[in-house]
């Protein structure tokens, strides 16, 4: 069974500060996603990253895949009250094609 | 634009009582359904997919089933609640895309069993 383990699984940081949420396994995926989900909604779909080593950037969020397509993280700069919320990682299995997810990290990020 | 309804938003149910949350997606035809169930600020997990109408695939044995009646709703139900089955229902849509499926999520059902 292919497993997404997330770290840290809670986070709490003061306005301004910078943060990186990993996203790891043993088994190789085709592409990750990162979610975001906000108390008592759904999870929006932030970024999809497919080719090993690729960055993107969405604003003050940078997302990069492992060059061996087995982990991802996200790196958030200078952290606002705003990115508080739940973040999920999840990963297209290579061998299977469904969609795994991780269990999550949740940030706070206090004023 | 594609949108996903989900209904009802908060639900409150004794034990041993039946089930129905229902689902509907608007703005495209034939998408792949999903219900997830979600414990508290944990991860998702996938209890039910349908690639088309009377197409069910249960991903782990449990107390709950689901039918697409329709094209674009998809329905949660249980004859019985148990306890265990409360928790943060979460039903999507996705889309293949250049860059992978992608998932769409509905609002959520708060289901808490007393």
């Known amino acids: 069974t292919q497993l997404l383990e997330q770290s840290p699984q809670f986070l709490s940081i003061q306005e301004g500060e910078n943060l990186t949420v990993y996203c790891n396994s043993s088994?190789?995926?085709?592409?990750l996603q990162w979610y975001r989900q906000e108390p008592g909604e759904g999870p929006v779909l932030l970024v999809t990253v497919v080719t090993g080593g690729e960055v993107k950037k969405l604003k003050r969020l940078t997302f990069q895949f492992g060059d061996a397509r087995k982990d991802s993280s996200l790196h958030i700069t200078a952290a606002q009250p705003g990115d508080t919320g739940l973040y999920l990682c999840?990963?297209?299995?290579?061998?299977?094609?469904?969609?795994?997810f991780g269990q999550g990290t949740t940030l706070q990020v206090k004023p | 634009s594609q949108t996903i309804h989900q209904w009802p938003a908060t639900l409150v149910q004794p034990v041993g009582s039946p089930l129905s949350l229902e689902c509907t997606v608007e703005?495209?035809?034939?998408?792949?359904l999903y219900w997830y169930r979600q414990a508290a600020g944990r991860g998702l997990q996938l209890l039910f997919y349908s690639v088309g109408i009377g197409q069910i695939s249960s991903e782990v044995p449990q107390n709950l089933s689901a039918s697409r009646p329709q094209d674009r709703q998809f329905i949660l139900s249980s004859k019985k609640l148990l306890l265990s089955d409360s928790g943060f229902y979460l039903c999507?849509?996705?889309?293949?895309?250049?860059?992978?499926?992608?998932?769409?999520f509905g609002s959520g059902t708060q289901l808490s069993v007393l």
């Open positions: 999507a849509w996705s889309v293949r895309g250049a860059r992978g499926e992608k998932l769409f």
């Open positions: 703005g495209t035809s034939n998408p792949n």
């Open positions: 088994s190789v995926f085709s592409s």
């Open positions: 999840a990963g297209v299995s290579s061998n299977t094609g469904k969609l795994i």
